[in-house]
């Protein structure tokens, strides 16, 4: 195995896969890409799994870093999540674990921060803006002034569990009515299905729909997916208004698994944000007449975000050991 | 009138009232106190004579500078308010027009961003939390680090537009279902007036009641006030939850003037953020045992946050003149 330290590995873990890619440290250029579904096997092996296929993808060469984008609460000093509740229950040292099985300095973040850090990184012009990523869970990292906000609890950005609805079905972190129940992908395809067990006509088929089938459908005009699209439109487009207004910031990147859907799902919340500009002088002055930009399909938000996770550890000589420990500046 | 140059002006307008005190620069102490209904007439006038009395009260002292805090966009460098939709529809030049009438300098602060201000000021132990007033309006005020969070927009911290309920009356600024049409006072006084003209029985007096008879019910264990404080408690607890994720901060303080009516208004809120903690594991690390302080009634926290904003706008030579032009550093 080569060890020209010329490899850097960006891995985002998500709800239900696994997206990495191998990035030459000087070039910047991908040599390499991954993504697999979660296996519901231990995580740290299948991540060091994908890293293992890059390292092969990109002809042996050894990473001089790897970065690992997780949700959740993620402690980036020692590289442990917890808190995930759309992919790890307990508290996992993920950081310390990876490294040790690849021999590989390892730096962790938070998905949705990475992808920001990565907006930031790709030369973003405006220096206060959030990034929504919408996929099995929905989160948002903001960076106000040029600067990523963490909070002191780790949490900033978590809009996944603000309140959408008054009622509905129990969520994964344990309230009711948080807005991944009605927004993400997982709530997504649990509404069509319901929807389609009660007879409703559409041209989706009863018991096995996911979310990307819904978007295909409204895409291709079925009007119950239009209608659950919309709804789910409008859920986004108030979460967005509540970031815009607690933040005072007017521009929002949006990424993430559903968001690969495309113009079946941007629309309904563009539809949404101009009523409310329509009807409200306070939300047209809130958000510029175009605040929300939609990555395309392939951006890769997260793993990209990982490896810049990885080149900033690198530079700041702070990493996760492979031994678990942090090195000395 | 004498001009020692020992007097500061802290005049906080609400939605009902017009609240001002004068201090002494170097004791910090209060030397006079107004507290007005606004009239309906221009306000810029109203806040002079309320300033006015504050130097009559103080022995016919001339003040080094006047603060005042408003509601809405305000723009600091040109003392400009807008956008308030309690207050004012229109834009008004408060802090020129002031400064005219009185010949002192005046500078001017959003009032939730004021008493924030004061509460670094008063020595506050975290420098991360919000400020959340709720009264005629609601409005929030984050800090973060040390720091004031403005927001490019200038509108951080405007929960009170944020989406609380599906639908409902239509709010003064435009939308439906705003957090301020079923938490802040009229709200609350609406409510109980319609339940009371159904013909709930409560101790209430039908037609006539306001959020601090409601409070006061609620104190004695009126059933149907109990009911509406529990409704509000839940939503302002909503409200703080969205607050304490996106900010990830863990500190709230709550002033304003529905605050005033204490445990009864208190109590709702921290028993649904209790259940929330109960049910949730993420809620509980979002939120330490009792993240949420009341202010006392008498804690003026918009008038005091005006003196702080006097006496910073003098220190950082950058008063709206008299002449509404802004002096050179």
């Given amino acids: 195995m080569s060890d020209d330290g010329g490899l850097l590995l960006g891995i985002d873990v998500g709800g239900t896969k696994i997206a990495g890619i191998a990035v030459d440290t000087r070039s910047g250029e991908r040599r390499a890409e991954r993504r697999v579904p979660i296996d519901g096997g231990p995580l740290e092996l299948q991540v060091a799994d994908v890293a293992r296929g890059l390292m092969n993808g990109a002809g042996d060469a ?55 850090l990565w907006l930031l990184d790709r030369g973003e012009p405006d220096d206060s803006l959030a990034y929504l990523s919408v996929g099995t869970g929905i989160s948002a990292a903001v960076v106000l002034g ?64 996911g979310a990307d ?24 487009a108030r979460a967005i208004r509540g970031i815009v207004l607690l933040y005072g910031i007017d521009r929002v990147v949006i990424g993430g698994g559903m968001s690969r859907a495309g113009e079946p799902f941007l629309r309904p919340i563009l539809d949404e944000l101009e009523r409310e500009q329509a009807a409200s002088p306070l939300i047209s002055h809130a958000l510029t007449p175009n605040p929300v930009e939609l990555l395309p399909p392939d951006a890769d938000p997260g ?24 090195a000395d500046a």
Same sequence: chains 1, 2.
């Fill in 62 to 116: 050894r990473p001089a870093a790897i970065g690992i984008a997780v949700p959740g609460l993620v402690d980036t000093g020692s590289g442990v999540m917890r808190l995930a509740v759309n992919v790890e229950a307990g508290e996992l040292a993920i950081g310390p674990l990876v490294a040790q099985e690849l021999g590989a300095p390892c730096f962790v973040e938070h998905d949705a921060r990475a992808a920001a």
């Fill in 146 to 209: 040029g600067r990523l906000v963490r909070g002191v609890t780790g949490l900033a950005g978590e809009v996944g569990h603000t309140q959408a609805v008054e009622d509905g079905p129990v969520c994964r972190c344990g309230l009711r009515g948080c807005l991944e129940m009605v927004a993400a992908g997982p709530a997504v395809a649990r509404i069509a299905n319901e929807r389609l067990a009660r007879g409703e006509p559409s041209s989706l088929q009863a018991g096995a729909t």
């Fill in 213 to 236: 089938a819904v978007y295909r459908a409204a895409g291709e005009g079925d009007a119950l997916a239009i209608e659950i699209a919309n709804e789910v439109g409008v859920h986004l």
């Fill in 303 to 326: 793993a990209w975000g990982a490896v810049v996770v990885a080149r900033a550890g690198l530079r700041n000589r702070v990493p996760v050991a492979p031994e678990g420990e942090v």
